[in-house]
């Protein structure tokens, strides 16, 4: 079964240190996504990306991070100098329309 | 309660047992999804169930909606230790014709079964 893959599953970073959260969704899917979960918290919609442009965004998605396509199959986050608020597991998900996949998720502990 | 609440909280029942788990969430939505989470992993997809539908079934699951009550229930029927796991249920803004798969999560049944 086509599946979400996201790399690294786990990193380690220094505050105000950038980080590249990798994702290659699944390969008919159009919307892609990425959401957070703060240890013992409810998992965050972060960020929604269609059609090359970013379609909605939460509040927490401030202008520390980003999103990119680069080619056909990566979808990229982008937090450009982490903070310790920002160690959280992070999905990416994908759907070709309602039904929304995810992948295992990334650790990030910014220390 | 906010958007896509569960209850209870946490559940624990031997394998065999039924397990009920329900999501109770506040504005109007297009859809519900139920999600599956073992400890420290990814988001396993249960099962979808449109505003439009009642019930839903899939396997061992069986999902129902009643969106004047603005709830949902999940029962797991016949559990076993593999079903233990965090339970998720997650609503939709999607907004007409337009697509942002913006989910709002609950926090979630963490359900144990016991062998």
């Known amino acids: 079964e086509p599946e979400v893959t996201q790399t690294p599953s786990h990193q380690v970073t220094q505050m105000g240190q950038e980080v590249i959260l990798r994702c290659v969704p699944i390969?008919?899917?159009?919307?892609f996504y990425w959401y957070r979960q703060i240890l013992g918290q409810k998992v965050e919609f972060l960020v929604s990306?269609?059609?090359?442009?970013?379609?909605?965004k939460s509040e927490i998605f401030d202008d520390q991070f980003s999103v990119e396509r680069p080619d056909g199959s990566n979808f990229t986050l982008k937090i450009r100098s982490t903070k310790l608020e920002d160690s959280a597991m992070y999905f990416c998900?994908?759907?070709?329309?309602?039904?929304?996949?995810f992948g295992e998720g990334s650790w990030l502990t910014v220390v | 309660s906010q958007q896509g609440e569960e209850d209870p909280q946490a559940l624990s029942i031997q394998e065999g047992e039924n397990a009920t788990m329900n999501c109770s969430y506040k504005?109007?939505?297009?859809?519900l999804q139920w999600y599956r989470q073992n400890s420290g992993r990814g988001l396993v997809h249960l099962i979808l169930?449109?505003?439009?539908?009642r019930e839903k079934h899939s396997g061992r699951l069986r999902v129902t909606l009643d969106t004047s009550k603005k709830s949902s229930s999940l029962l797991i029927t016949a559990s076993r230790a593999a079903d233990t796991a965090s339970y998720f249920c997650?609503?939709?803004?999607?907004?007409?014709?337009?697509?942002?798969?913006?989910?709002?999560f609950g926090q979630g049944t963490i359900l144990t079964v016991h062998p």
């Open positions: 998900a994908s759907s070709e329309l309602n039904t929304i996949y």
């Open positions: 390969s008919n899917h159009l919307y």
């Open positions: 990306f269609y059609n090359n442009e970013i379609s909605e």
């Open positions: 504005t109007s939505i297009n859809n």
């Open positions: 169930i449109r505003s439009n539908e």
């Open positions: 997650a609503t939709d803004d999607w907004a007409g014709g337009t697509s942002y798969g913006k989910l709002t």
